[in-house]
């Protein structure tokens, strides 16, 4: 029984998955804080591109 209990402990194999899941995690809760913050502005900087381009005279050549 020791042996086994020293060889579940020793096993490693799944570590490398369980730290890209915690990286990936913690760049999509950064993503969404930043754009949480930013949202007014990021939707005032579309709203100023649509204005300026439906202010573009639409005349054929």
């Known amino acids: ?8 402990l020793g096993d490693e194999s799944g570590q490398g998955l369980v730290e890209y899941a915690l990286i990936i995690a ?26 300026t381009l439906n202010s573009v005279p639409s005349s054929s050549y």
């Open 1 to 8: 029984m020791l042996a086994l209990w020293s060889n579940f």
């Open 26 to 51: 913690l760049v999509a809760i950064g993503l969404i804080a930043i754009l949480t913050l930013l949202r007014n502005s990021i939707g005032n900087v579309f709203n100023t591109t649509r204005n």
